[in-house]
């Protein structure tokens, strides 16, 4: 079974950048990079339907969920240092509970 290739971003925008100049033919560019002609278009169509994005106002929907994630592990941290300084409140007050009793 042959392994699929994992491209990255950059080689995906060089590649498409080159069709939409138009340096060659869709077929040429993809023989040059060893790649099908059939997914250099899906990667055409994919960089075209999302230039929009580039120039949206606002945050992202990748952004806005990053700040809510950021959010979350805050909240945890915060609720993390609660439980631990009240763990530690428990054990010295136990030692103190205990002193007491063998006395």
Not at 60 to 83: N, P
């Amino acid at each position: 079974m042959n392994k699929r290739n994992q491209y990255t971003a950059e080689f995906k925008t060089k590649v498409v950048l080159e069709v939409l100049r138009e340096e060659g033919t869709v077929n040429e560019i993809a023989a040059q990079y060893g790649i099908s002609p059939v997914m250099l278009s899906r990667w055409k169509a994919e960089f075209l339907g999302r230039a929009a994005e580039v120039f949206k106002k606002g945050p992202s929907a990748a952004e806005k969920e990053l700040e809510s994630e950021k959010e979350r592990v805050a909240e945890l941290e915060r609720k993390v240092g609660q439980l631990t300084y009240e763990v530690d409140w428990l054990k010295k007050k136990s030692d103190e509970i205990i002193k007491r009793r063998r006395t």
